[in-house]
């Protein structure tokens, strides 16, 4: 058996071809563009492209960002972003069953079944790309909680005095670190987060001031985390953890401010094995859950 795993994101649509093993074995990556929903085709494109690669029966998953119904066949809330998502049913586009998860969710049912949390009781995971999102495991079963919503890390407040998100939140996670609104952040000066690390690497002040605040509104929302659901370790995953030492090495700095070791019991802080595949190794890996 093998699987199509379809990421779709506000900046990237990610698709990949796995085996029962979670090896990749074709993937294909293509910008999101938004015009006219051009999105639409473009999964569909990318879904028959690797079909034509796949050498046994094949099954699809499709993660995306907001909160998917309950028969996992569309995503029903989005607030905002991706305009013509909700209630859209991908397996009548495709024209083959199409299980649909949440994006982040996605990511860590691929690290809870090959990566990094594959020996954990409970983990956290952090997606940070376009925006933020989150998922949570408890006793190894991914937690929803009432109404499909838990895990939306992005939404929990870091500055009750800031802006509000998307969903109404002031100074949310999102706002402080995700790539949408780095313009913003920036006073124009940076249009992504790439753009920002190039300067910080060449040692420019005010773009190392804007990451700095980002990282440390991180580490105050992980170590919230770690207070509220004491995970063994918190995952992260998402086009921003490219950044790597230049991420890792603020971050932990912050964290010996803010975790509160009790015991001396230190939470771990990882990279995600599959990085910005997470997501989609991870639908791939709940469809074949689902046919299994």
């Known amino acids: 058996m093998q699987a199509i795993g379809i990421d779709l994101g506000g900046t990237r649509i990610k698709g990949v071809l796995i085996n029962s093993q979670g090896s990749i074995l074709h ?3 293509t910008s999101t563009k938004e015009e006219n929903q051009q999105w639409k085709e473009d ?39 991706l305009e013509g998502i909700e209630g859209f049913i991908w397996q009548d586009h495709i024209n083959t069953s199409t299980f649909v998860i949440n994006d982040a969710i996605a990511a860590l049912s691929a690290e809870a079944s ?6 954990c009781e409970h983990a956290v995971l952090i997606t940070i790309g376009t925006g933020v999102g989150g998922a949570i495991m408890i006793n190894k079963k991914i937690y929803q909680g009432a109404f499909q919503k838990a895990g939306h890390i992005g939404h929990m407040s870091v500055n009750m005095d800031g802006d509000p998100d998307i969903c109404g939140m002031p ?27 190039e300067s910080v690497k ?16 991180l580490a105050v929302g992980i170590a919230s985390i770690s207070n509220i659901l004491s995970p063994e370790k918190v995952i992260l995953a998402g086009g921003i953890t490219k950044a790597g030492d ?3 090495d603020p971050l932990l700095t912050f964290m010996n401010q803010y975790e509160w070791r009790a ?8 990279i995600a094995t599959f990085s910005d595949k997470a997501g989609a190794i991870g639908a791939a890996a709940f469809a074949l859950s689902n046919i299994k």
């Open 202 to 217: 060449k040692n420019d002040a005010d773009a190392k001031a804007i990451w700095e605040k980002s990282i440390k509104s």
């Open 43 to 81: 999964v569909k494109t990318t879904v028959e492209k690797l079909m034509t690669q796949s050498t046994e029966k094949t099954v699809i998953g499709l993660s995306a960002p907001g909160i998917p119904n309950k028969e996992n066949t569309a995503i029903q809330f989005l607030p905002d972003r």
């Open 263 to 270: 015991g001396g019991n230190q939470l771990k802080i990882e």
């Open 114 to 119: 090959f990566g990094s949390a594959r020996d």
């Open 171 to 197: 100074g949310s996670l999102e706002e402080a670190i995700g790539n949408y609104s780095i313009s913003n952040r920036s006073k124009g000066r940076f249009i992504d987060t790439l753009a920002l690390l």
């Open 27 to 29: 993937e294909i990556i």
């Open 246 to 248: 230049v991420l890792m």
